[in-house]
């Protein structure tokens, strides 16, 4: 079976820092990777998604995600963060065949100036 | 956004009382899902359907039922709501994992159990 640790609980940074959030899964194939976005009172968005191919991926909203399968990690970066990037992150794992997403416990992101 | 519409949004019952959970999707996506979100949890997976009557259940199914009789309807019933079932619902949708597509979010609902 599949699962997730997000290591951070919530991290802090300065409008305009670089941020990273990390994302360990485990899986014994090769996973489908996620990362989602939630701002308070409302459902996830998804940033980016990897399935197969290059290992670094764009999302919306200036994201990007790198995957290692050495590591197993998918961390979720961006170069500069703004106000609104404020949120809960969360990162998911799935797998081919008829097996729902699994969630880690999410990172909550506060952005200062 | 994804046509998926949950009802209610916010929910206060008394334990003890069946409450049922609706979620309603437009984009006619095969796979189902309800997870319940809890303060350092992150989401957790109650149960899942693969289709019409197709259904399975999740990581924390314990005192939770679905039904699912048409394509765009699924529902969560709660049989005896308990404090420890306060949380917020969401209901999500793919068009299959085969594809290895994501999942679409409801906005959720927040259920109070007093």
């Known amino acids: 079976a599949q699962s997730v640790t997000q290591p951070d609980i919530h991290i802090t940074v300065s409008e305009g820092a670089s941020l990273e959030l990390r994302c360990n899964y485990s899986?014994?194939?090769?996973?489908?990777l996620f990362w989602y976005v939630q701002s308070p009172g409302q459902g996830l968005q998804l940033l980016l998604k990897?399935?197969?191919?290059?290992?670094l991926v764009q999302g919306i909203k200036g994201f990007e995600a790198e995957f290692k399968r050495s590591q197993s990690s998918f961390n979720l970066r961006k170069p500069s963060v703004h106000w609104s990037d404020a949120a809960e992150y969360f990162c998911?794992?799935?797998?081919?065949?008829?097996?729902?997403?699994?969630f880690g416990k999410g990172t909550r992101l506060s952005v200062i100036a | 956004d994804a046509g998926i519409t949950q009802s209610p949004r916010h929910k206060v019952t008394e334990t003890g009382t069946p409450v049922t959970l609706r979620c309603h999707q437009t984009e006619n996506h095969r796979y189902m899902y309800w997870y319940r979100q809890d303060p350092g949890h992150g989401l957790r997976l109650i149960h899942y359907?693969?289709?019409?009557?197709?259904?399975d259940k999740g990581e924390v199914s314990d005192g939770y039922s679905v039904s699912r009789s048409k394509t765009e309807d699924f529902l969560l019933t709660l049989e005896s709501a308990t404090s420890s079932q306060t949380s917020v619902y969401f209901c999500?949708?793919?068009?299959?994992?085969?594809?290895?597509?994501?999942?679409?979010f409801g906005q959720g609902t927040r259920l109070t159990v007093v």
């Open positions: 899986y014994g194939a090769t996973p489908y």
């Open positions: 359907s693969y289709g019409v009557k197709d259904t």
């Open positions: 998911a794992v799935g797998a081919r065949g008829n097996t729902p997403l699994v």
């Open positions: 999500a949708i793919s068009q299959g994992q085969l594809e290895g597509t994501e999942a679409f």
């Open positions: 990897y399935f197969s191919g290059d290992t």
